[in-house]
């Protein structure tokens, strides 16, 4: 299949591991990989601080670069959530309906990175290998909006030597949300130390996800406290192995 | 306590007041244990109804249809219950509402009333109105009469003194009651708390409740209760006085077959709520004689003309957004500064304000969206909060402030940046350059200056890779890698 990245900003220039990781993983699998250069940015932030205007030449700036492609993938849950939940209302507020027909006409389209495996790939074992203890934290727009229950489990199960423990409160929010951080750091930083407390407790190497955002976040404050556990994304994780070898200790 | 205020227009705003409480450790045990109780009570009887998903779609179905309609049902309230042989009087704000209140109570010769807990008479500060007259309101709800007798305000909608544990309590009563050997088990605090209240159920003959729900089509009134001591104030006195929110009628009695459901298992975690009291008019010589309903506006009908706004109304006030909200966790509700908290206070009390005030509430909020997924009635508070947040934007964009603001500078000058990519890159460039001062010898960064100083304050930052992704895709293909 030819596959659309749509990378994410942030990805693009602060995790570029984990587009690395995306492009191992689906390459390995034998698809072709479409890196347009023309994207940015979804237009979340500016969506979700209430930046309305300015999120919707980037909305319709991303509908237009990827809408003859033949599926997106995007390894980032809550970038996915913008999309899908909310360009369709940006749509009808701006009363264009030719950017109405094209949003409802790409959405189908658009995936989650895990999502794509194990939905339009049918696939639960990417053929990864992956020798440490790992605990997986279920992102907000992950769970509640793209509802993608244990599709990332599933995947972690099958990566051969990986230790996997259970998180507690997996779905409680670890705090970060965008510039609620910033707007509300106190509130923030009591949240992620929570977090915190429920990573540690598994005694897990390595926290994953499938948003860079939230692990931005939880390493963050993991490094000023407890720098021997880190975040990783879990497309680093599914990468693992085989011929692109162990991401972990991979500097960048 | 001092700086408790649970009016918007005085309170501080949502990220100070939360600092505030942030440092009171005992408050947030109290919360977090509060809520993890509730909530797990809650979870073991959703699981166990197999028609949740289908109850909530009624529910909110029900609430919806009241709201388009609103005008025609509360027309359709007022017939039936005068009809019935109650009275209906309709209060424009809190002002109007306190004056009919008070006239009625003249009325009767009122010195004194006892009160069914009501967030409606709080949020219109009835009692001090009322104190201000001559007129003392005792409150008979328990989380009710500690916070009166504390001289506290409620931090949740349906458990007001949450935020309080039981030595506390026991402090309290001690003092006030004069029970210097009270114990601080759960059965003598209620036996205390129940001798307090008899004397005044048997003494007074007025009484102030709220209301659950308005029945149009019978013109009923529904309170449901954990006490009992509401039923007490509903059938013991001459004169009862209901004040409700005009969102609070749904169409037809058969409605609370849905609302009675999931309304108590999404409050308190119960199938059913102890006491339901559902009563029409008036009957000679059984129960109360003077039958008043206060219809209160107070800037809701401003929600109704649009959908977006209108599904805050549909709320039932169980609190279960309360509970399952991380942030509402860390802080418990007088962060909020409204008698309405937690994801449903932040979108609330804004709109309710007409915006004017409590514009960070919208902003009190990781979206996380675990207060959508628990509502019995749907409300989608994210994509309300969302919205709220580009009010508060918008109605700011001519201030000289604002413009100034770092924030929105930073905002326009990044979305200018997202619209070309090659400004873009430049800006990736740029940012690496910018950065390097402030990376430790480890790669990390530990402190910067201005808003992102926030993040730093608690959290490193990884230091910017050499790399970006599309610079590494773009040597790639240079190479002759993979791109096919």
Same mark, same amino acid.
């Given at each position: ?13 602060l ?31 500016h ?5 309305r205007?300015?999120a ?43 950017f109405?027909?094209?949003v409802?006409d ?5 995936f ?13 074992d ?21 509802h ?9 199960r ?6 996997l ?27 992620v130390d ?12 390595i ?13 963050g ?16 994780i599914?990468?693992?192995?085989g011929?692109s070898?162990?991401?972990?200790g991979?500097s960048? | ?12 705003p949502?990220p ?5 409480? $942030? ?21 073991a009887?959703?699981? %166990?109804?197999?028609?949740w998903? @289908? ?14 309609? &609103?005008d ?5 309230? %007022?017939?039936?219950?005068?009809q ?7 209060a424009?704000d ?17 010195? %004194?009333?006892i009160k069914?807990?009501?967030?409606t ?6 009692n ?6 001559g ?7 328990? @989380?009710? &009469?500690? $916070? ?10 349906? =458990? ?19 029970? +210097? ?10 036996e205390a708390?129940r ?7 048997l003494?007074?003959r007025?009484?102030i ?13 529904c309170?449901?209760?954990? %006490?009992g ?8 006195p001459?004169?009862?006085? !209901? ?13 609370l077959?849905v609302l009675l459901q ?11 709520n102890?006491?339901?009291s559902i009563?029409?008019? /008036?009957? +000679?010589?059984?129960? +109360? ?7 209160l ?21 169980? !609190?279960?957004?309360?509970?399952t ?7 418990g509700?007088?962060a ?5 908290s937690g994801p ?13 005030? =409590?514009?960070?509430?919208p ?10 997924? /628990? ?6 508070i994210?994509? /309300? ?5 580009s ?7 001519g ?10 500078v ?7 940046i997202?619209?070309?990519?090659q ?8 940012g690496?350059l910018l950065?390097k001062?402030? /990376?430790?010898k480890?790669?990390w ?9 926030q993040?730093t304050?608690?959290?490193?930052l990884?230091?910017?890779? !050499? ?11 240079? =190479? ?5």
């Amino acid at each position: 299949m030819r596959i659309s990245l749509f990378i994410t900003c942030y990805n693009d220039t602060l995790f570029p591991a984990t587009g690395k990781a995306v492009v191992s993983v689906l390459e390995r699998l034998g698809h072709q990989i479409d890196f347009p250069l023309e994207q940015t940015c979804c237009g979340q932030m500016h969506f979700n601080t209430g930046y309305r205007r300015e999120a919707l030449p980037l909305a319709k700036r991303f509908v237009s670069i990827f809408q003859d492609a033949e599926a997106v993938c995007i390894p980032s849950s809550s970038c996915v959530a913008m999309i899908r939940d909310y360009y369709p209302e940006l749509a009808r507020e701006s009363s264009d309906e030719r950017f109405m027909a094209n949003v409802n006409d790409l959405l189908p389209r658009v995936f989650e990175f895990t999502e794509l495996l194990t939905d339009r790939l049918q696939l639960e074992d990417v053929g990864a290998s992956f020798h440490h203890r790992v605990t997986y934290h279920a992102s907000c727009h992950g769970l509640r909006s793209l509802h993608l229950g244990d599709k990332p489990l599933r995947l972690l199960r099958n990566v051969a030597g990986i230790d996997l423990v259970e998180l507690e409160n997996s779905d409680r929010c670890c705090g970060f949300g965008g510039t609620f951080a910033v707007k509300n750091a106190g509130v923030s930083e009591a949240m992620v130390d929570e977090k915190i407390q429920s990573v540690l407790s598994t005694k897990a190497e390595i926290c994953t996800a499938c948003d860079n955002s939230c692990l931005m976040h939880i390493h963050g404050r993991l490094h000023r406290q407890h720098p021997e556990v880190r975040a990783m994304h879990i497309a680093e994780i599914l990468a693992s192995g085989g011929a692109s070898g162990d991401a972990f200790g991979d500097s960048r | 306590m001092s700086l408790v205020t649970i009016d918007p227009r005085k309170a501080a705003p949502f990220p100070r007041a939360a600092a505030e409480l $942030l440092r009171d450790a005992q408050t947030r045990k109290n919360v977090a244990h509060a809520t993890d109780v509730i909530q797990r009570k809650r979870a073991a009887l959703v699981t %166990e109804k197999e028609d949740w998903q @289908a109850l909530r779609d009624a529910g909110a179905k029900i609430r919806r249809e009241a709201l388009v309609h &609103l005008d025609t049902y509360l027309e359709q309230f %007022e017939r039936q219950l005068t009809q019935a042989g109650g009275h209906v009087h309709w209060a424009a704000d809190a002002g109007e509402a306190q004056r009919i209140v008070l006239d009625l109570l003249r009325g009767v010769q009122a010195t %004194e009333v006892i009160k069914i807990k009501s967030m409606t008479t709080a949020e219109i500060d009835l009692n001090r109105s009322l104190e201000a007259n001559g007129i003392h309101a005792i409150e008979t709800d328990l @989380a009710e &009469l500690i $916070l009166q007798l504390g001289a506290d305000q409620p931090s949740h909608i349906i =458990a007001p003194a949450l935020h309080k544990n039981r030595h506390q309590v026991r402090e309290l009563f001690a003092r006030e009651m004069k029970l +210097p050997d009270l114990p601080d088990d759960p059965q003598a605090l209620t036996e205390a708390a129940r001798r307090y209240l008899r004397e005044k159920f048997l003494r007074v003959r007025t009484a102030i409740s709220g209301a659950n729900f308005l029945v149009a089509e019978t013109g009923s009134i529904c309170i449901v209760e954990s %006490e009992g001591n509401g039923r007490m104030c509903l059938t013991l006195p001459d004169t009862v006085i !209901a004040i409700a929110g005009i969102e609070k009628v749904i169409p037809r009695y058969s409605d609370l077959e849905v609302l009675l459901q999931t309304l108590p298992r999404s409050a308190t975690g119960e199938r059913m709520n102890p006491y339901n009291s559902i009563w029409t008019g /008036v009957t +000679p010589g059984d129960g +109360p004689q003077n039958l008043h309903v206060v219809l209160l506006d107070n800037g809701r009908s401003e929600l109704l003309s649009h959908e977006m706004t209108r599904q805050t109304l549909q709320c039932i006030r169980c !609190a279960a957004c309360l509970n399952t909200c991380p942030v509402y966790r860390q802080t418990g509700g007088h962060a909020y500064g409204s008698v309405y908290s937690g994801p449903i206070g932040a979108i609330l009390t804004p709109q309710l304000q007409r915006m004017e005030y =409590a514009q960070s509430l919208p902003f009190a909020s990781s979206l996380c969206g675990a207060c959508y997924e /628990v509502c019995p009635v749907k409300i989608n508070i994210p994509e /309300v909060l969302v919205y709220l947040r580009s009010r508060v934007v918008d109605q700011n964009r001519g201030k000289l402030s604002s413009i100034l603001s770092q924030e929105r500078v930073g905002m326009k000058m990044m979305a200018r940046i997202f619209l070309n990519h090659q400004r873009f890159e430049s800006a990736q460039r740029m940012g690496r350059l910018l950065e390097k001062p402030f /990376v430790g010898k480890d790669g990390w960064v530990h402190k910067l200056p201005g808003l992102a100083g926030q993040w730093t304050a608690a959290r490193d930052l990884e230091a910017m890779p !050499a790399q970006t992704f599309r610079e590494w895709w773009q040597s790639r293909g240079k =190479a002759g890698g993979s791109r096919q």
